[in-house]
């Protein structure tokens, strides 16, 4: 649309009564008994005392200020400005689920003055307070286009926040207008752990309430830390190596309570290992800081190259999602109150756990699962190269077999992906392979193997949580 520059600043085409009496072939309005074309400059405004009519130049009504913009309808009546900029924020959109850096993109659009593009502007409001308030610069792409960058790890744990954006047009005096709505953030990675502490399941209530035996949902049969792989070891010279991962997004330290989380993405589960030949060049496996900062990622030099692994990188293995599902083992009951230790049930198992196996046993896997986004529950055990329930060889996840690795001790690391682009890694577990011939595992300390440059790693501490 036009802004009308009337009176002092516009020239005049012919008399009228009426908008119906001026030219076609431009937009012209009757203002004073005079066609005055509609232009884009602003002009002076509507000189001191000029009547802004109905459209028929009759008088009456109130005289704008001079310099003031006004703007034509569509039927030629003169009207004051008073429109700021549409505003529309395109990303991110109402209840979004976002994290790490953040794209903010707006639409900025004026029809009557044009946008001062100096003007826009974004805050992030942290929590709904105002003086938790991040600016986020926004760069001008043409055509009315907005684009912005935030790190979100500056609002911290936060779960909602809130974005605002303002924009003034060109129109004298400026008009300003304001969009905003809450999204939802989650900046923090999964928790990956290749150990994890026991867990008892709690269901009941009151005088009725019981808690299972304690158990690791890893099962018996998963590689720990230490663990010297040779002909004569448990399972000879193959490892299951287990991962328990779960994503609990920003309200990780609120407990029993619904809150939105992104998950995990389960195309993004992998286990590595780097062998010694790996830890010979130098290379470590995980990484973050140096000591004691958070574990945030791999030793880019252990990764495979993707044209072809290198003798000093590690080797990769999916990880697949063991379905959730089960209930523990209520073969022996505590007493109220669930204390650490059960006590024998009065009739001989009468409620044995669910088996990952439909066939054979499950070396102590069990179900196991955590509260996921809509569905409540999403997998948290996750098994090398495939899972089948009704495969002796795979229903406790699929074995890997060391003799693909050097002798000599190697690092086991996962990691895994949410939903927004988290990534998280587990702390190593060292172990050392002896393929039978001359003890390359004499005295292995694993505590003396350098698997990364002691950063510090999340992991799971000891449960009571109610499943059933």
Same mark, same amino acid.
């Given at each position: 649309?036009?802004?009308?520059?009337?009176?002092?600043?516009?020239?005049?085409?012919?008399?009228?009564?009426?908008?119906?009496?001026?030219?076609?072939?431009?937009?012209?309005?009757?203002?004073?008994?005079?066609?005055?074309?509609a232009?884009?400059?602003?002009?002076?405004?509507?000189?001191?005392?000029?009547?802004?009519?109905?459209?028929?130049?009759a008088?009456?009504?109130?005289?704008?200020?001079?310099?003031?913009?006004?703007?034509?309808?569509?039927?030629?009546?003169? %009207?004051?400005?008073?429109?700021?900029?549409?505003?529309? $924020?395109?990303?991110?959109?109402?209840?979004?689920?976002?994290?790490?850096?953040l794209?903010?993109?707006?639409?900025?659009?004026?029809?009557?003055?044009?946008?001062?593009?100096?003007?826009?502007? &974004?805050t992030?409001?942290?929590?709904? +307070?105002?003086?938790?308030?991040?600016?986020v610069?926004?760069?001008?792409?043409?055509?009315?286009?907005?684009?912005? !960058?935030?790190?979100?790890?500056?609002?911290?744990?936060?779960?909602?926040?809130?974005?605002v954006? %303002?924009?003034?047009?060109?129109?004298?005096? =400026? +008009?300003?207008?304001?969009?905003?709505?809450? !999204?939802?953030?989650?900046?923090v /990675?999964?928790?990956?752990? *290749?150990?994890?502490?026991? &867990?008892?399941?709690?269901?009941?209530?009151?005088?009725? #309430?019981?808690?299972? *035996?304690?158990?690791?949902?890893l099962?018996?049969?998963?590689?720990?830390?230490?663990?010297?792989?040779?002909?004569?070891?448990? !399972?000879?010279?193959?490892?299951?190596?287990?991962?328990?991962i779960?994503?609990?997004?920003?309200?990780?330290?609120?407990?029993?309570?619904?809150?939105? %989380?992104?998950?995990?993405?389960?195309?993004?589960?992998?286990?590595?290992?780097?062998?010694?030949?790996?830890?010979?060049?130098?290379?470590?496996?995980?990484q973050?800081s140096?000591?004691?900062?958070?574990?945030?990622? *791999?030793? /880019?030099? =252990?990764?495979?190259?993707?044209?072809?692994? *290198?003798?000093?990188?590690?080797?990769?293995?999916?990880?697949?999602?063991?379905?959730?599902?089960?209930?523990?083992?209520?073969?022996?009951?505590?007493?109220?109150?669930?204390?650490?230790?059960?006590?024998?049930?009065?009739?001989?198992?009468?409620?044995?756990?669910?088996?990952?196996?439909? $066939?054979?046993?499950?070396?102590?896997?069990?179900?196991?699962?955590?509260?996921?986004?809509?569905?409540?529950?999403?997998?948290?055990?996750?098994?090398?190269?495939?899972?089948?329930a009704?495969?002796?060889?795979?229903?406790?996840?699929?074995?890997f077999?060391?003799?693909?690795?050097?002798?000599?001790? =190697?690092?086991?690391?996962?990691?895994?992906?949410?939903?927004?682009? +988290?990534?998280?890694?587990?702390?190593?577990?060292?172990?050392?392979? +002896?393929?039978?011939?001359?003890?390359?595992?004499?005295?292995?300390?694993?505590?003396?193997?350098?698997?990364?440059?002691?950063?510090?790693?999340?992991? !799971?501490?000891?449960?009571?949580? #109610?499943?059933?």
């Amino acid at each position: 649309a036009a802004v009308l520059a009337a009176c002092g600043g516009g020239s005049t085409t012919g008399e009228c009564d009426t908008a119906s009496d001026c030219p076609t072939d431009y937009p012209y309005a009757c203002v004073g008994g005079q066609c005055v074309p509609a232009t884009n400059t602003g002009g002076d405004g509507v000189a001191g005392g000029d009547p802004v009519s109905g459209g028929d130049g009759a008088g009456g009504g109130d005289a704008l200020p001079a310099g003031d913009s006004v703007v034509v309808t569509g039927d030629g009546i003169i %009207v004051p400005d008073v429109t700021g900029p549409e505003i529309t $924020i395109i990303s991110p959109t109402a209840y979004e689920m976002v994290g790490g850096f953040l794209i903010v993109e707006l639409k900025v659009v004026d029809r009557d003055s044009d946008v001062d593009e100096a003007s826009v502007a &974004v805050t992030i409001i942290g929590a709904g +307070n105002p003086a938790d308030a991040h600016q986020v610069p926004m760069l001008s792409l043409g055509g009315g286009d907005f684009l912005g !960058f935030f790190d979100t790890r500056e609002l911290g744990y936060l779960l909602y926040p809130v974005i605002v954006a %303002v924009a003034r047009d060109l129109a004298t005096p =400026a +008009n300003e207008s304001q969009q905003g709505h809450v !999204f939802i953030l989650d900046n923090v /990675p999964p928790t990956v752990a *290749l150990s994890s502490a026991t &867990v008892q399941v709690e269901r009941g209530e009151d005088e009725t #309430k019981e808690c299972s *035996l304690p158990f690791n949902p890893l099962g018996d049969s998963a590689v720990v830390h230490g663990e010297v792989v040779s002909p004569a070891g448990r !399972f000879g010279m193959v490892i299951y190596p287990r991962a328990r991962i779960e994503d609990c997004g920003n309200g990780a330290d609120v407990t029993n309570t619904p809150l939105p %989380v992104a998950g995990v993405d389960d195309a993004t589960t992998f286990l590595f290992i780097l062998d010694q030949v790996g830890l010979q060049a130098g290379n470590r496996l995980v990484q973050g800081s140096g000591a004691g900062t958070p574990c945030t990622g *791999l030793d /880019p030099r =252990a990764v495979p190259d993707p044209a072809g692994r *290198l003798p000093t990188q590690a080797v990769v293995q999916r990880l697949v999602p063991v379905p959730p599902g089960g209930q523990g083992d209520f073969s022996a009951r505590s007493p109220t109150g669930c204390r650490d230790t059960p006590t024998p049930a009065p009739d001989p198992y009468p409620d044995p756990p669910d088996s990952v196996c439909d $066939i054979g046993p499950a070396d102590g896997l069990t179900y196991w699962w955590y509260a996921g986004p809509s569905s409540g529950r999403k997998p948290a055990i996750y098994v090398t190269n495939a899972y089948d329930a009704g495969s002796l060889l795979l229903c406790t996840g699929g074995p890997f077999d060391t003799r693909t690795l050097a002798e000599g001790p =190697a690092c086991v690391a996962a990691v895994a992906v949410d939903e927004v682009g +988290n990534l998280g890694v587990s702390a190593p577990i060292a172990i050392c392979v +002896n393929h039978g011939g001359a003890d390359e595992c004499a005295g292995f300390n694993p505590s003396s193997v350098s698997c990364s440059d002691n950063c510090v790693a999340d992991g !799971f501490s000891m449960e009571m949580v #109610k499943k059933e």
